[in-house]
């Protein structure tokens, strides 16, 4: 696959999934329509909230550790739907995964066009398993064609 010229519309402010909450005998039970099996619940609207949190980061975590496919994040309105973002030390390994994915790249040739192994780019895309430099950051952000704000300190609060 040819690599686009232009930017990936992919960013941080892009990975948001809407949880459905709805209202179950004396607790709350959320729901995230894309992701079958990422399930929680709480005992008020607001621990459901909170705790669907949680549950997203630990979801989306397994599922790109093991390889599952997955939706990309949709938009949901209308009543018991809520927005959630994953931790950031899941969201910013997920952007990677999902824009290397775009560019039609495999972990190899990214790998090779940021200048490290593979097995060390693999890490890029796993939560936990990397703590990227600045610079090495900055390299993927050019290698994915993310937004260069990417990078900005104002992410990383």
Request: net charge positive; hydrophobic share 40%; glycine share 8%.
């Amino acid at each position: 696959m040819k690599k686009s010229k232009q930017p990936v519309s992919l960013g941080l402010d892009k990975i948001i999934y809407f949880a459905r909450i709805t209202k179950q005998g004396d607790s709350y039970l959320v729901e995230f329509p894309e992701l079958p099996g990422c399930l929680t619940e709480g005992d008020s609207l607001e621990g459901a909230r909170l705790n669907a949190r949680e549950a997203l980061s630990g979801w989306l975590f397994v599922a790109v550790k093991d390889g599952v496919e997955f939706s990309f994040p949709r938009v949901h309105r209308g009543k018991g739907y809520y927005p959630v973002i994953p931790d950031l030390d899941v969201a910013i390994p997920l952007l990677f995964f999902w824009a290397r994915r775009m560019r039609g790249l495999t972990q190899a040739q990214a790998a090779k066009q940021v200048g490290v192994s593979q097995q060390a780019y693999r890490k890029f895309e796993i939560h936990g398993k990397s703590n990227p430099t600045l610079k090495t950051v900055s390299k993927l952000v050019h290698v994915l064609d993310l937004p260069p704000g990417l990078i900005s300190p104002s992410y990383f609060h």
